[in-house]
Nanobody
Framework: QVQLVESGGGLVQAGDSLRLSCAAS????????MGWFRQAPGKEREFVAA????????MYADSVKGRFTISRDNAKNTVYLQMNSLEPEDTAVYYC???????????????WGQGTQVTVSS
């Protein structure tokens, strides 16, 4: 089992940047692929970005490609989501997740954090 705790959310203006962190504990972090998902009010949870266990492979939703960067530090048991050029449409609760394979599908992730709110004002 792995426990995940997100941090770094907040209220920012359009065009600003934020870096989300997700700290893992309880199991060997480097065994897991990691993903970031988000859920806006009244909408389904959607994929944002994913990274392989080694960090060598990444994938992004089209809506964030070129603006967001996912990375991980296995020595610190932490995955990051650097978000630049934020838009009001990025407003959502952001969740990190751990799974056995790197994927854009939430069903592939067995462990989830509690989420962190990101609000982007126009």
């Amino acid at each position: 089992q792995v426990q995940l705790v997100e941090s770094g959310g907040g209220l920012v203006q359009a065009g600003d940047s934020l870096r989300l962190s997700c700290a893992a504990s309880g199991s060997t972090f480097s065994r897991y692929a990691m993903g970031w998902f988000r859920q806006a009010p009244g909408k389904e949870r959607e994929f944002v970005a994913a990274i392989s266990w080694s960090g060598g492979f990444t994938m992004y939703a089209d809506s964030v490609k070129g603006r967001f960067t996912i990375s991980r530090d296995n020595a610190k048991n932490t995955v990051y989501l650097q978000m630049n050029s934020l838009e009001p449409e990025d407003t959502a609760v952001y969740y990190c997740a751990a799974g056995s394979s790197y994927s854009g599908s939430p069903e592939r992730y067995a462990y989830w954090g509690q989420g962190t709110q990101v609000t982007v004002s126009s």
